[in-house]
């Protein structure tokens, strides 16, 4: 168990005076150090962090707390720019590349007195669903080491499940965050898009990718998701939004929907299937209507999104050429070689999987039949759920149709990593927004895990229902 399972829980330490910021950050990193076997961390803030608590202590000492995070210890992935600081999206082509800048999210988090302890490991680029696709190698889940802790911000999670810190910012492109949360038994949030400014965000799929969080409880992720929400004028994407710390009445009975198709798909795991239908008699046991309603797009869920994606990671990844910055091959002799050895060198090879399928959906041959077609049926996607969303307060789904799998166990098919997302990738279709939560498994170390969806922009709504549910209803 963590030394404190909630933000809450810390504060009040605090105030009693059991814990001091300065001691707190020491306890995660000698928790770093007892789990290195892990592979969580890539970069330690040390000195940075001793010298935050202690003055965020003085602060306290002299002027109160303040902040709605003071004292927050928490990791980043390394796909989030911090000032001064090594970023590298865990991959080779941008190895020794500092940041000049903190990103936008993280920088509201420090103004309200966090504590950022490290950058952690990840699926490089974000490309992965088990985080074995980095650099630096595989992060072992620290339930089981010799299974996956899910990807692509599968070192967030780790790294709160092995008590190095008391959530992790992570981002959340087809399930990023969700899944690993799921295959950490935590708690893992992906914000409406546009909730969370991607300035200082390495991208991937630009008109996917949203910043995230993990953590035990769903009152410590929703508070970490409201401060970094906001409109940004470095990102002209952003939109003002209200507090989603707004409570509704916990008395109030709300319209639940869950797709037919999830629960009858072949891929799901018959014990995940029956936590989900448990889910579904608990909530109607509570007074909620539950229903059933059709999806008729299930089945192109996937496809739509890598396609999408991989079309997106193709531009965006074009940057990394050896020229500017990054890798570069210092043996090339002209400008063509340089491009070629520089990104040969610097990529591996899930990266140029989905650069390559991304350069052929785009090219002038196919991109009506495979581009143009994925984002016709993306609006479709986006439309059915908000015909949904007009009769129904929330969506209910199993976050993985699947438990975590042994390290190594997809590296063969990829394609079996590929469709462990179905159910997640839907929320970043539509834009909207999604809370991963744990259910307790009787007879597997790994618990089964549900995420519920809300309508862009209803995150007020959506986390007071994921707190009421993961503290009353399971």
Known sequence: ???????????????????????????????????????????????????????????????????????AVLSIKDNICYAGKEVTASSKIL???????????????????????????CDEFGMGSDNSHSVYGPVKNPIDPEYVPGG????????????????????DTGGSVRQPAAFCNLVGAKPSYGQISRYGIIAYASSFDQVGAIGYQVSTVAKLIEVMSGYDEMDATTVQVPSIQEKFDPKRKVKIAYLKEAITSEGLDIEIKESFTGLLDKLKADG???????????????????????????????????IRYGHRNMEATNLEDIYTQSRTE??????????????????????????????????????????????YDFVVLPTSPVFPWKIGGHDQD??????????????????????????ENRTKKFNASFQILSAPHKEYDLFSLADLIQNKIL
């Open 95 to 121: 190895e020794g590349f500092t940041s000049t800048y903190t990103a936008t999210a993280i920088q509201k988090l420090e103004d309200e007195g966090a504590i950022i302890i490290g950058r952690v490991n």
């Open 152 to 171: 692509s911000s599968g070192g967030c999670a780790a790294s709160v499940y092995a008590d190095t810190c008391l959530a992790s910012i992570g981002t």
């Open 288 to 322: 909620h209507t539950v229903d059933a309603v059709p999806f008729e797009y299930t089945d192109l869920l996937v496809s739509t999104y890598y396609v999408l994606t991989t079309a997106e990671a193709s531009s965006n990844l074009s940057r990394y050429d050896g």
């Open 1 to 71: 168990m963590p030394k404190y399972a909630s933000y809450n829980d810390f504060k009040s330490a605090y105030q009693q005076g059991d814990i001091s910021c300065e001691a707190m950050v020491q306890y995660y990193l000698d928790k770093i150090e007892e789990t290195k076997a892990f592979n969580i961390y890539i970069e330690i803030y040390k000195q940075d962090a001793l010298a935050r608590a202690i003055e965020l202590d003085k602060e306290a000492k002299t002027s109160g707390i303040r902040g709605k995070l003071f004292g």
């Open 414 to 439: 990829p394609l079996a990593s590929y469709l462990s997302d179905i159910f997640t990738v839907l929320t970043n279709l539509f834009g909207g927004a999604a809370v991963s939560i744990p259910v």
């Open 346 to 391: 610097g990529f591996g090879d899930e990266v140029k999987r989905r650069i390559m399928l991304g350069t052929f959906v785009l090219s002038a041959s196919y991109y009506d039949a495979y581009y143009t077609q994925a984002q016709k049926i993306r609006r479709l996607i986006r439309d059915r759920m908000m015909e949904i969303f007009a009769d």
